[in-house]
């Protein structure tokens, strides 16, 4: 099982490594792969830590749909406000990827609440018979 605040802060590093060759304005093959490889899995895996558990194949498909759903909602929201730019869109993302994955560290693992117990008497009651019947049978 992979730890999620790992999988957290690594979506951090790449989300500051993004949000650095986009805002220094460093261009080339190397910061349009990590622009690529945050918008195509960074959004949805942040959105896949709270889910709790699962196997690698599956985070990998939230990933990655999930991340297409946030960047498109993200730019049609920017072009419908008239605002859109690749830069404000990056921005927009690492935002929720920050918030999410900062929760992630911050909360530490998923761990499904324990069941309810009953709860225990102070002291049994003298009344009841708390053994097996074949203890208890009596044979003539």
Same mark, same amino acid.
């Given at each position: ?5 790992? !999988? *957290? $802060?690594?979506?951090?590093?790449? &989300?500051?490594?993004? =949000? #650095?060759?986009?805002?220094? %304005? ?37 990933? !990655? *749909? $999930?991340?297409?759903?946030?960047? &498109?909602?993200?730019? =049609? #929201?920017?072009?419908?406000? %008239? ?58």
């Amino acid at each position: 099982m992979i730890d999620d605040r790992r !999988v *957290a $802060g690594g979506l951090l590093a790449l &989300t500051f490594a993004t =949000l #650095l060759s986009a805002v220094s %304005g460093v261009d080339g093959p190397v910061a349009g792969a990590v622009s690529l490889v945050f918008v195509l899995v960074a959004p949805g895996l942040a959105l896949s830590l709270p889910m709790g558990p699962m196997s690698v194949e599956a985070r990998l498909l939230v990933s !990655v *749909a $999930g991340s297409a759903a946030l960047a &498109t909602v993200t730019a =049609l #929201l920017l072009l419908a406000a %008239g605002r859109w730019s690749g830069g404000l869109g990056l921005a927009v993302l690492a935002t929720i990827v920050i918030l999410l994955a900062g929760r992630a560290v911050r909360l530490g693992p998923h761990h499904p609440p324990d069941p309810p117990q009953p709860p225990v008497p102070d002291h049994p009651d003298p009344n009841t018979n708390d053994l097996p019947e074949e203890i208890t049978r009596r044979t003539p």
